[in-house]
DNA sequence: CGCACACCTGAGAGCGCTACCACCACAATC
DNA sequence: GATTGTGGTGGTAGCGCTCTCAGGTGTGCG
């Protein structure tokens, strides 16, 4: 342990400097005028005393809050217990760290919307990242919190958004499968109220419409145990199916892992793509034919986005490429 | 957008229960005295104002920080990119949320320690969430922070320690792979300054030593890139290897991967462990015989006892359970 | 020379909250 | 009746910071 160095406040500072504390926060923040000779000697001083400006104090004068709260909708608290929401969060905390915030996530529940009022009427709430977002939810951004508030999915015209191009990454992968000859091509989904997942299956819907081709659904979950039912419910309904689109890795493993043990060959029989290109998509056996996208990049865009208060509505849609393994 | 309406104060709350602002901060904190009578009128007086107290402001005044730093060690920055650490301050910042505390994460580097203390220096810090622990830095825990801190690792006199029994989770591994006649075992090692690592090796170490069989090691990275490599040198030191424990589960399907595309037979010709038991470990072919931990559980654990403020050394182990699954 | 207008500075008012202290009423004790 | 509690209460001083505002100095211009 340490020796108790009670950390130097901008009275400390100011004293070092020779200056008056509003000198010393007018060159600390940048805002407002100050003398070269004043400038220089407030950052020494700053240097010298290891000076870091109390964030809760900036916070309570500026009104600013002094955290981000990170809002996921979902049908039950357990859509947090995910890979992805885990990657969200930690870049989040990650961006924020550096500029003295912290990152908080909160459930909120599909059919209750309104709870995010609750949660953002707390004035320590410095800015929104709204996840999984469903366009109700856009209308209860409280004004206060307006241009600091990015969503990752669908935006409005006063919420920007962040977004992974789902509905190009899944065309890339239809296209694919047909280009080698798939017709009967098979999809699991997601739960449709999550846009995401909604996007991908109009892709899918849309190219195999285009081509002439019938649709054939079964609504998943994103997990792999509901792969493996949903790959049996789709040999048993449409015997002849040639190809698995999965709405997620896990789910395309799920179904790799029903079929093999059906004795189905992948992709000999039965074509399987997955989505995300998670780590380990490229060491399973087959390995997996999946859409690559960068969720981390996009979660530290998002938070950088929110941080910088950017106005306006943009939307920033991330590339998902294609990656060519062996399973289809 | 919703209108603006100025969440309220504690003033507001005193003077809707007619009471001074101190009586209204006692019930509401729960210190100090306050009639029967005072305490209901406050209290209902809150719920109609729908009051959240300012989370800044109660920092500034008790000196009390308003977030949780995640402290992680290591070599390089790419440490917190890594599913497990995305796990703890995903879990860190659920269990924060509720009580006006953010999560900040941060990289330690393993050959500076001291950076520990500046990023402590900062008063918004309200408790320490230290990660991949190594010696060094409990000595820098600040003693501000000291009964606010708990290290995922080891801990010492003054800092408390959660941890997984790596220890117990790689002896009935090996145990496992001895009762089911494998006696050529081998390791692939994570880096050895990583205390679970070398917690794990040591298990290992013991268990080989104590049935008079020799230690094969090979120093991995927790990837599994690094474990399919590491599967080509072993079996080129070691051709008659019988048995691959792999740290952690990627680790061992980098393995698996390797192996398999040398035309070796899993578990026929070599069994392979996994750890940590990941989702994907019960769908890969073949289905990966690992060993579970409660990750979430782990990290909901700790942040809980750093807000909790507990005092004096304790040690939460938290169990490792051997998975059987096909391929060892 | 006086006035405007830059540039620069410090005093001081609070942000919302807690904690300390003084106070009051009433009861029990000497 | 004077003391000592004891349970309850309100006044008020800050926590560390930002920001407005009222001044200071200079320089350029009529």
Known sequence: ????????????????????????????????????????????????????????????????????????????PAVLDDTYMDQVVSAAARVC?????????????????RRLTELTDDRGVAGLLLVNTVAP??????????????????????????DIDNGGGIRAIVRHLYA????????????????CSHRSVEAYRGLLSDAGLPAREVVGDFSAARGRTAAQEILRRWPDTDAIVGICDATALGVIGRL????????????????????????????????????????TAAATAVLEQRRGPTRTLFPSSLVRRDSA
Chains 1, 2 share one sequence.
Do not use: K
């Not at 760290?97 to 919307?113: C, E, I, S, T, Y």
């Open 1 to 76: 342990m340490t020796t108790a160095r009670r950390p130097a406040t901008l009275d400390d500072v100011a004293r070092a400097a020779g200056v008056s504390r509003s000198t010393a926060s007018r060159v600390i923040t940048g805002t407002g005028f100050a003398s070269p000779t004043a400038r220089e000697r407030v950052r020494t001083a700053v240097d010298e005393l290891g000076y870091r400006p109390n964030a809760a104090a900036r916070a309570l004068v500026r009104g600013g809050g002094v955290r981000l709260l990170v809002a996921v909708a979902g049908t039950s």
């Open 97 to 113: 760290a550096p500029h003295g915030l912290g990152v908080a996530v909160q459930w909120v529940p599909l059919d209750a919307p």
């Open 260 to 299: 093999r043990a059906d004795g189905v060959q992948v992709p000999g029989d039965v074509a399987v793509t997955g989505f995300d290109d998670i780590p380990l998509a490229s060491v399973t056996a087959p390995a997996l034919t999946t859409a690559s996208h960068p969720v981390r990049e996009i979660a």
């Open 180 to 195: 080698s000859g798939r017709r009967r091509i098979a999809m699991v989904t997601g739960p449709p109220w999550l846009t």
């Open 137 to 162: 939810l856009l209308d209860l951004v409280p004004a206060r919190l307006c241009g600091r508030t990015v969503s990752i999915g669908i935006g409005s015209a006063t919420v920007p958004s962040v």
